[in-house]
């Protein structure tokens, strides 16, 4: 009985040894074989993308994309040096710079005259390319710089214009760079950053115009009147978009089990570390793959980021119907509130998610500051030019019919701040640091004001 006894015993504990053995095998080889793993690419995001932002009722002959195609194809290179001019007005027209720069806008023309007829269609339908599954969803047949360089051509212009004593085209092109704007930003993700990039631009050449030019009560109604239908038709951006480029993004870095729990690539976790910190040793280096494939063990699976990315998106989309003062006044902004989602999931922060989605709300925010303060000053430099005096206030201007309505600064949730004085008026936004500092200038949370009138103030 007892050598039965010992015999059961020796079985059991070689079944035992087997099944540890099996055991540290399989757990070696998955962690053999977890560093090679390779992401599956099963969803056709940019047809998923491409339909999200397609414009409602969509007609393709109002569809602009055609001609900013061929307008950005015709626009000239911008020769080196125009970036770092400056203003037009601050060189002698003798000087090698402006006739660089006039050369240049003379050659842009025919570009402007596509640019004028793109922006007068209704919509642009921003679609992305899926020609090639390897590569991340990019805008089809378009050079994001390249519509940089179309906003500064037109502000250029808009400077020569004035200059030249032709102030009624100089605001057509301003018109333009505001409805190009407008056709980016509802034009998805792909195209909503470099939209607002656009508008700003756009604002600038504005407010600098009216300071510099000499501009009749009729034309300014004109243009403002103009404005105030494109502020109108405006929408708040949607974060739809945002969410599928997330997703591609996810199944280009993660691997596909076939239930959601794949892991994210260890290679795309140490690639994106080195891109900002290279080891100084190949030690380093090695320690540096050893933490990375550490953190990719651990990290969220494919399923987890998603949800994560959801949330995200989500959020964006209920935290840019809130202004800044909003926000601030419930002890938040934008960005900690979606790093406070996006949690410990590296991949999304090395990713930048929560920073890509803040930072077009912080701009809608702004710009639309920027916009209805354009329209302010206009309506006051209407209101001066047909009574001889600045308005007491911005509640008498909208009470005599130069605005149709108080701007709210979206950084005090009171109206712009506004001043007459003897020859001019002081208009600004309280800015990202929530206090009103009098109108001096400094656009950050450390302090000061954004100043949109006098121009001068600006730094």
């Not at 125009?82 to 710079?97: A, F, K, Q």
């Not at 704007?181 to 195209?191: M, S, V």
């Not at 108080?406 to 990202?432: N, Q, T």
């Amino acid at each position: 009985m007892s050598e039965a006894g010992a015999t059961k015993r020796r079985w059991v504990f070689r079944a035992a040894l087997v099944l540890l053995v099996a055991g540290i095998a399989c757990g070696v080889l998955k962690i053999v074989l977890f560093p090679m793993g390779k992401p599956s690419i099963s969803v056709d995001y940019a047809a998923t993308y491409n339909e999200q932002v397609r414009p409602a009722n969509y007609d393709p002959n109002g569809d602009a994309a055609p001609d900013y195609r061929e307008a950005l194809r015709r626009l000239p290179t911008v020769p080196d040096g125009i970036s770092i001019i400056g203003h037009l007005w601050e060189y002698d027209p003798t000087s090698v710079e402006y006739r660089m720069l006039e050369s240049w806008l003379a050659s842009c023309e025919e570009a402007i005259g596509l640019l004028h007829k793109a922006a007068a269609k209704p919509c642009f339908w921003g679609r992305v390319s899926s020609s090639d599954p390897n590569l991340p969803l990019l805008l089809e047949g378009f050079d994001f710089g390249k519509f940089g360089h179309a906003s500064q051509c037109l502000r250029y212009r808009a400077e020569y214009l004035g200059a030249h004593g032709n102030p009624a085209e100089a605001f057509r092109g301003i018109m333009t760079g505001f409805r190009m704007a407008g056709q980016l930003k509802n034009a998805g993700r792909q195209c909503l950053s470099i939209g607002q990039f656009v508008e700003i631009v756009t604002h600038i050449a504005a407010f600098d115009l009216l300071t510099r030019t000499n501009v009749e009560a009729t034309l300014l109604g004109d243009v403002q009147g103009q404005l105030e239908e494109i502020l109108a038709a405006g929408t708040v951006p949607s974060f739809l978009s945002d969410g599928i480029v997330l997703r591609d993004i996810v199944q280009r870095a993660f691997t596909d089990d076939g239930k959601g729990h794949g892991h994210v690539l260890v290679q795309t976790i140490h690639d994106h570390f080195k891109a900002r910190k290279t080891p100084k040793s190949e030690l380093g280096a090695n320690f540096a793959y050893l933490r990375h494939f550490w953190l990719a063990w651990n990290h969220p699976s494919r399923r987890e980021t998603i949800q994560t990315v959801d949330r995200l998106t989500e959020a964006a989309s209920q935290l840019i119907q809130q202004t800044p003062w909003e926000l601030h006044a419930k002890g938040g902004n934008p960005i900690e509130r979606l790093r406070e989602i996006r949690g410990q999931n590296a991949f999304l922060g090395i990713t930048a998610a929560e920073a890509t989605l803040a930072w077009p709300i912080q701009s809608y925010h702004r710009n639309l500051a920027s916009t209805e303060a354009l329209i302010a000053t206009m309506g006051i430099l209407r209101f001066h030019q047909d009574k001889g005096a600045w308005p007491a206030n911005l509640e008498e201007l909208a009470a005599a019919g130069y605005i149709r309505r108080v701007p709210i600064d979206p950084y005090s949730g009171r109206p712009l701040a506004y001043r007459p004085a003897e020859d001019s008026f002081l208009l600004y936004s309280c800015g990202a640091d929530f206090d009103d500092d009098g109108g001096t200038w400094g656009q950050d949370a450390k302090g000061g004001d954004q100043v949109f009138w006098p121009v001068g103030a600006r730094k």
